[in-house]
């Protein structure tokens, strides 16, 4: 499925949640790894607030491209945002959303 590119160049962002392991499945433990780099996957709550409006959203990161001490409040920036739409079928219910992903966050804004 296509991504599309975020432009967060006039956001200010900040840490909502810290970053946490992303889990292949809670049941067993298994950390998510990205396909491209075999780095273990991070998520992070960033809140994104710009033209007057602000929203949470849980963003998936290398844990490479995240820096060691990201509390919440921190203000921060995110390098290359993406989006992307997805659906699966599990136990014959179909649920969607959207996915967010950046390739690092770094402190400071």
Do not use: C
Not at 17 to 38: F, N, W, Y
Not at 59 to 69: F, M, W
């Amino acid at each position: 499925m296509p991504s599309f590119k975020i432009d967060v160049s006039t956001a200010v962002v900040f840490v909502a949640t810290p970053p946490t392991p992303k889990l292949v499945s809670k049941q067993t433990g298994e950390i998510a790894m990205d396909r491209e780099t075999g780095a273990p996957l991070a998520t992070v709550g960033l809140l994104i607030s710009d033209e007057g409006e602000g929203n949470l959203y849980q963003v998936t990161v290398p844990s490479t491209g995240v820096p060691e001490n990201l509390n919440p409040g921190t203000p921060v920036t995110v390098i290359g945002l993406k989006a992307r739409d997805w659906e699966n079928t599990f136990n014959g219910q179909t649920r969607h959303g959207i996915s967010f992903r950046a390739v690092a966050i770094t402190a400071g804004a």
